[in-house]
């Protein structure tokens, strides 16, 4: 089961203000200058809104967009190119053009398809690693659908790797998270794969 994360029911703008003032200073510039004036207010909202994730934890999230479709069907559902980003926990640097996707079994019930994407973006928008974002979705697509044969792959560019440090640009981490029926059959993690490529 993944980790949880702190569930945080509100974020503190004033202080994330405060610190974004105190950051402008500590690299050397004068937040009251013009042009930075509005930055630490204007940051602080911005942060609010990309950290959303922090506010719930995974069953949260599975409580929330859990609104199944009875189905009958065992056809595989997949959900691909799911645009979303996150934060890298290890350098609070920007993941950027991340794209996930989504495949699952269906046992009994399905899923909304904009549900998919929901929990994606909430899952990522907390300080992330890419291998844990795989297990967060996984975990609460099972809680949700009851069905453990879920797969999530993940493709990553982080900025953390191609804007600074050995600045390999384009270089991409692909991550795999496989479950039930995914993980035993090769079979049908290459009928994913191959969906994708």
Do not use: W
């Amino acid at each position: 089961m993944p980790e949880e994360n702190k569930n945080t029911s509100t974020i503190d703008l004033s202080a994330v203000e405060a610190a974004v003032a105190q950051l402008i200073r500590a690299l050397g510039d004068d937040p009251t200058r013009p042009g930075l004036t509005e930055t630490p207010a204007r940051a602080a909202k911005m942060y609010a809104e990309m950290f959303a994730g922090l506010r719930h934890t995974n069953d949260e999230i599975a409580a929330i967009h859990g609104t199944t479709f009875p189905d009958p069907g065992t056809e595989m559902v997949l959900v691909k190119d799911i645009g979303c980003f996150s934060f890298c926990e290890h350098h609070f640097a920007l993941m950027y053009n991340m794209k996930a996707h989504v495949a699952y079994i269906p046992r009994g019930q399905v899923i909304g398809l904009s549900k998919v994407a929901r929990i994606v973006d909430l899952v990522c928008k907390r300080f992330q690693l890419q291998e844990r974002i795989g297990s967060d979705i996984a975990y609460i697509l099972e809680k949700v659908l009851g069905t453990p044969d879920i797969m999530v792959v993940i493709e990553g560019e982080h900025s953390c790797m191609t804007a600074r440090g050995i600045r390999a640009q384009g270089a991409k981490t692909r991550t795999h998270t496989l479950r039930g029926r995914f993980a035993g059959e090769a079979v049908l993690r290459q009928e994913v794969l191959a969906g994708l490529y």
